[in-house]
Each structure stands twice: as structure tokens, then as C-alpha cells.
């Protein structure tokens, strides 16, 4: 096995030999281990193809097949559906009707006349670049280390030197089919070659096998990494040396976690945005340099990077340790920065626009630096969010190498601005999906790892919001957490222990919230428990626990979520879980209903002090949620069957008969409900109740 320092030998033999015979499976193979390493190329980053022989299944003749990684897809994850496979020699007969690179956009399309396997994925940008060079083997990867050489002030010498003339160099351009005519064109000027450096961008490696092409790309990224590592620190300090001091580890969340929901607010003043946080030291060194403020206006140099982290990003001008406990204070210091972002983010639009370019889209910063702290990314969803921050640890990797042996370079503004704002890239975001009704959004659901609370937390993150499941029960969390995680991702969910009576776990787990996500938009007030039993044998015991965990619970949640939703000045929603016994009276139920009673009034309440900050605050009551609904234990089902006359196990058909729907009702009845609130339909509504009780006359409200 081969030694590597900078990058992971992952190649099995045993796994490779049981692919022999089908070179598609084997790019997979090779594809999927070169994704797996982020500092060979992350998420959606990069390219891979391989050349076969197939039988034309028109003429029944061997032809020349290339399969490539469709449009959209991810090496790391690719699997043969996110191919796309080409005739070769059709895609190379396209240069035949070329018009020349102020046409090259319209030869996307003629892709699709060149397509072999009718179930392919939409052919790339990058399909050119692969089709014109020769080898059956080709690896497009957008490694750190080679970047930080491509994007050098000589970065062509040193490519050059460092690799003896066997790694050719094509200057910068936009990827498409005029790049891919290059590529050629310097394979051909230097025959023998292994790779070829493309200036700011990436690299290009191959080999006659799928192993040969993986070996070739790990000795030119590993050849590259020990350069930079060996000139770390030889002749200046690495990004001019430190500026700022990190807070200890503790302090800098506390800082991040009160500062979330303010810059969320400040990104979220087009749409809603979710956040991510990362105080990896990597970004700490950077953030803390001298050469920050040099550095980071330069923007970006790989396409790749920028198209996720925007053309600059945004420093913060705060204290390490400022005093973030008066928000307003905070915002005031603020608002200039995110004015002059805005109207920078505009000029550059303005500058660069061509006539037929997409409109401009969202001006607010991606990717916002908190020297001394940390690291904050906001965008449409988690995984996004969190795919910038990591695309700009790649920025900031490259910046550290091109600086150490040379000096770093950016892409001009008008060749970032045709990228991000290319037709075909507008093109590609139009053909994604839809966002969801409840995407960007942010819901805690208390008391979510089971029965009602987690039929609504499910919901929910359908729906497309993110969640902060919780419990007082660890392991049932655990096990909400995983089935979560595998319904919705990763990125969908965040866990904290949650005590409704204990403030402190209460702001521990808002924290969470805010470093998991950036804040919080919904808080449904769910948790609760039942006792059924009458005048005298109610205990003062019991009245405490039913009133601090209905009554104090939602108080205590709803006035940590409000600190929350203030602070990011975009309204939300607060949905209470109440009952019907909040209106009806019914036997042996003192101290249930009444402390029903008052959850409702305390919505009430709530909902005319909140609405000025667009903050809606509304009722859900049902009833008999048998099914799944940890109401049941502790005897109550018992205590109303008792009440009633009759047994436990007549307990369901019992309260379906006297409604007047005669309806048995579910946790997802209840969980429809809050979404009918928190969706987008009902946004003016606010102080409102909705009885979910299959129809119990006694319980209307009016």
C-alpha cells in the first residue's frame, strides 16, 4: 500500500477485484473514495469519467462510450444514476458546428443528441473538458493544495518546476466547450504529460485503469501538499501572523450562540435563512490574522467556492467578547455593516450585469467572520449553510498555500459575476425543486421524541423545516434522533435534554438551536402529563407537577423563545397544545383542567402582548389522542375509565361514539393542525384556537 501524508490511500484490492470486468463500477468505486476526502474535493465539487466499449444498441456495432458524473451530482455519493453516458465520437463531431466561444452556451443542449444510455443523468459543463482528451480514465478534482498553486501569482512557474514539465497549464477560463478544446491543445503541445493545472480552478489527472487514474491523482495532490507544507512559516508567519486571541472554547460558543439570532435576522431580511457555525481552527487562524482584512475582500478563486460563498464575505466588526445582552445595542453596531454589504454585493451586480442576465438575487453576506469566535454561514437550508462553510475552509486553505509560496490571487469580479450569474447556472437553479412550505424554518417541539410531540416534529421537517427534537428521556431521544436522521439527513435535526420546569436547560437548548441552526422560528408547547382523580384524592403533589410542567412549562419555553424571536425580528409562530378540557368540565379533573385552562388563557395573553413583533401565538385542543400519546401513562387511562363507568380497552370507541364526527383521533391529526398554523396560509392569524376532537359540542368556543 501505497504512503500518503496529506491525503487517504482508501484503494482495496480485494473490493477492486470483485469489480474487475465492468469500468463503470470501478469509477464509481475510485469516484466515491476521492469524495469521501474533502481535501481532494467537496461536496459537488469536481469531476469524473471513464471511456468504455459498448455495443450500439441501434446498429449493434462496438462504439466508444463515455461515462461522465451527470449535472448536479457529487463524486463522493455517486452512484450510476448520476451518470451521464455519451457517444464519444458524436460529442466529438460537435466541434464540427462550433460557432465559437460566444456560442460555446448553446452546445449544452446538442449534449443530449450525443447521449448513448437513454437513463442518463443531464450531461455537465464539464463533458467537453473529459470528451476531448483521450485517456479512459479522467479524474477533475478540485484539490486544496493544487488550488492554492493555481491560484498563485506564479502559479504556471511553479507548476512547472515542481513537477518537471509533466503537469501542463491552461490559464484560467470559464469551464465549458472552449476549455475543453484547450485541454487538447496542450496535451498536444506537451505529449507525455500526467495532468494539467487549470489556473484558478482545479486539476485534471488520468490513467489507463481506474486505479492508475486515482494513484496519479493522490501523487500530484500529495506532491503538491508537501510543497506548500514545507513553506509554511519559511519566509513570514502564515497569513501574516495572529492578530486576535481566541476565546476558550466555551466562550466562544456562548458568543456564537447569542450573536446566531441577530445575524440571522440581518440574512433573513429577503427570505429565511438557516444557519451553521464553525469555530474549526483552520478558520480561527485565519479569522484572527493579520491578513484577514487584506485576504478576504479578494473574494474567492475556484468557481466551485464562490458560487456557495458568495463573492466576499462579511467581517464583523464586534469585540470578541462584546456584551451581546443588549440586542438592540448590538444591531445598531450592525446595521452600517450589512448596509455596506448590500450595497457592495449591488455594485458589483451592477457593473457586471450583461443585458440578459438573471436578475440580482439575494444581497445579504453568506458567509460572515467573527474574528476571535468563529465562523457563521447562512443560507436556504442546513445542508447548504453548511456546505458553504465548508467550501470556504477550502477558500481559506487555498489563500494559506498560494500566500506561502507566492501570492494569492482572486478571480476578476467580471469572471466571477459570469459564473455566478451564467445563464446555464440560472438555468440549473430553476429546474430545482420547489422549497417546501416550511423551508428556513426552525421548530423546537417539546416533548418530540415520542407520541404527539414527535407525529408533529415529523411533520414538520416533511414539510421542510429543521428540528430540535428533545426529551427528558436520553435513550428514547437517541432513538428519535436516528429514525430522524434517517427520514430527513443529518442536517435536519439537532438534539438537546429538555426539562420544561428547568429554565437553564431550557436556554441550553435555544443555544443549541441557535449554534445548530441559527435561532428559531416555531416553538409548539407540547410536553405535558395527565392526572385523573378526584377533589379528595387529588394531592397537593400532583397540583404542583400538573402546573409546573402544563402552566410554568409553557411560560418558561415561551419566554426563552421570545428573547429569541425578538432578536431576529422576523415574527414567528408559538403553537400551545392545550385540550378540550380547557373548555368542558368533566369529572375527576380538577387539577388537569384547570391547569388546561390556564394554558389556554396564558395563549391569550401571549398572543395580544406578541403580536407587534409579528410573533403569533395560537391553540390547538385535542382529545382522546389514545394512540402513541404518552398521556396515557401514569394511570390516567384509567382514572377516565374509571370517570366514565367503563374499561380501559373501551376507552377509544368510547370517545370517538360521542363525538360528533364519531372519529378516533391520531398524534398526525394533531401534528396537521399545527402545521395548518405555521404553513404560510394562516400568517395573519394569531389568539385563535382549533379543536382537533373529532367534534365535541361542549368544547366550541363560541
Known sequence: MKEYKHVNYLWDEQKAKSLEGDEVALLLYRSNLLGSDLRITNYGGGNTSCKTIDKDPLTGEEVEVMWIKGSGGDIGT??????????????RNLENVYRGIEHEDEMVELFNHCIFDLASKAPSIDTPLHGFLPFKHIDHLHPDAAIAIAAAKDGKKITQELFNGTIGWVEWQKPGFDLGLQLRACLEENPGIRGIMLGSHGLFTW????????????????????????????TRPVFGGQKVDSLPADARKEQAAALAPILRGFCSSERHMIGHFTDDEKVLEYINSNDLERLAPLGTSCPDHFLR?????LILNLDKGADLSDVEAVKAQLVPLFEDYRAMYTEYYETCKHPNSPAIRDRNPVIILYPGVGMFAFAKDKQTARVAAEFYINAINVMKGSEAVSEYTSLPRQEAFNIEYWLLEEAKLQRMPKPKALSGRIALVTGSAGGIGKAIAKKFAQEGAVVLLNDLNAERLAGAEQEFIELFGKDA?????????NQEQIEEALKKAALAFGGIDIIVNNAGLSISKSIEDHTQKDWNLLYDVLVKGQFLVTQGATHVLKAQHIGGDIVNIVSKNALVSGPNNAGYGSAKAAQLHLSRLNAAELGAARIRVNVVNPDAVISDSNIWAGGWAEGRAKAYGITVEELPAYYAK????????????????????????????TGNVLNVDGGVAMAFVR
Open 493 to 501: 435535526v439537532a438534539t438537546a435534554i429538555l426539562d420544561v420546569t
Open 207 to 234: 490513467g489507463d485503469t481506474a486505479y492508475e487514474s486515482y494513484v496519479n491523482s493522490l501523487d500530484v495532490i500529495e506532491t503538491c501538499a508537501e510543497y506548500l507544507a514545507q513553506n509554511y512559516g519559511k
Open 309 to 313: 460563498t458568495k463573492i466576499q464575505p
Open 658 to 685: 360521542r363525538t360528533l364526527l364519531n372519529e378516533i383521533i391520531l398524534p398526525d391529526d394533531i401534528a396537521n393542525a399545527c402545521f395548518a398554523f405555521v404553513g404560510g396560509n394562516l400568517n395573519k392569524s
Open 78 to 91: 455517486l452512484k450510476k444514476s448520476g451518470l451521464a453516458a455519451l457517444y464519444v465520437e458524436r460529442l
